[in-house]
C-alpha cells in the first residue's frame, strides 16, 4: 500500500513558472525523500528532508515538511523543460528497511 | 565514484522463461533493495539484502527470489514468468552504515536505471 500519496497526479506548466507538488503520508516518519523519474527511467534523488526540519532547499529546489499534517511540498522554482518528469515522494516503512513510494506527480514543462 | 549499475537494461522473454538480472551497487554501499515498477502498482518494494542475507521482503510470490555476494552485488531472479511480471525493475543501494542494515533517519537510497522486463 503505498505511504505517501502525491498530489496532483499531473501538472502541465510553461518554462519559467513555478511547479508545486504535494505528498501526504500516513503513519510517522524519520524522513521523507523526493526523487525525479525521467520517461521511465531510474530514480534520481533529489532531497531528502528530516522529520526535525521544516524546510530545506537545494539549487531551484525548495522541499517542506509538516509532520502534524503528515504532509510534504516539492517546489520547482523557474522551471526549464529538462524538468520534465515524474516525481515521487518516499518514505521509510516502519521496520526502517524499504522505501515506501507514492504514485507521483508527473510534471511536464513546455516552451 | 559510480552509480549503481544494472544490467541487462532491456530483456524479453516468453511466459513460462524465467530471468536473472544484476545489480552492482555503488563501490561501499552494503544494502542493496529491489523494486518493481508498473504502471498499475506503481513502485513496489521486493527484498533487500545486507551481508548477503536477505533481510526483509516484500508482498510477492516465492517466484522472485534473490541473492547477495560477497561484493555487494546483487541478482535477482523470476521464475515461471507471467505477462503480469513485465515491469522496470530497479535496484538500490545504500550505504547502511548502522550495524541493522539502512539507518532510516539518515540513508539516501540510490537507484540504478533499471532493466525493462516484457514478457510475452
Known amino acids: 500500500s503505498q505511504q505517501g500519496e502525491e498530489d496532483p497526479q499531473a501538472l502541465s506548466i510553461q518554462e519559467g513558472e513555478n511547479a508545486t507538488m504535494n505528498c501526504s503520508y500516513k503513519?510517522?516518519?524519520?524522513?521523507l525523500q523526493w526523487y525525479r523519474q525521467n520517461s521511465g527511467r531510474g530514480l534520481v534523488h533529489l532531497i531528502l528532508i528530516r522529520s526535525n526540519e521544516r524546510e530545506k532547499h537545494s539549487g531551484r529546489l525548495r522541499v517542506t515538511l509538516d509532520t502534524s499534517k503528515k504532509s510534504s511540498s516539492l517546489l520547482i522554482t523557474a522551471s526549464r523543460a529538462a524538468d520534465t518528469a515524474s516525481y515521487f515522494c518516499?518514505?521509510?516503512?516502519?521496520?526502517?528497511?524499504?522505501?515506501?513510494f507514492g504514485k507521483g506527480t508527473t510534471l511536464s514543462v513546455s516552451s | 565514484k559510480a552509480g549503481v549499475t544494472q544490467t541487462p537494461r532491456y530483456l524479453i522473454k516468453t511466459r513460462g522463461q524465467q530471468v536473472t538480472l544484476s545489480c552492482s551497487p555503488i563501490s561501499g554501499h552494503r544494502s542493496v533493495s529491489w523494486y518493481q515498477q508498473t504502471p498499475g502498482q506503481g513502485l513496489q518494494f521486493l527484498f533487500e539484502?545486507?551481508?548477503?542475507?536477505?533481510?526483509n521482503k516484500g508482498n510477492f510470490p516465492g517466484r522472485f527470489s534473490g541473492r547477495q555476494f560477497s561484493n555487494s552485488r546483487s541478482e535477482m531472479n523470476v521464475s515461471t514468468l507471467e505477462l503480469g511480471d513485465s515491469a522496470l525493475y530497479l535496484c538500490?543501494?545504500?550505504?547502511?552504515?548502522?550495524?541493522?542494515?539502512?539507518?532510516?533517519?539518515?540513508?539516501?537510497?540510490?537507484f540504478g536505471p533499471g532493466t525493462r522486463l516484457t514478457v510475452l
Open positions: 518516499a518514505t521509510w516503512n516502519q521496520a526502517g528497511t524499504a522505501l515506501i
Open positions: 539484502y545486507f551481508s548477503e542475507t536477505q533481510r
Open positions: 538500490a543501494s545504500s550505504l547502511a552504515l548502522a550495524s541493522g542494515g539502512p539507518s532510516p533517519s539518515t540513508d539516501t537510497q540510490y
Open positions: 503513519t510517522s516518519i524519520n524522513n
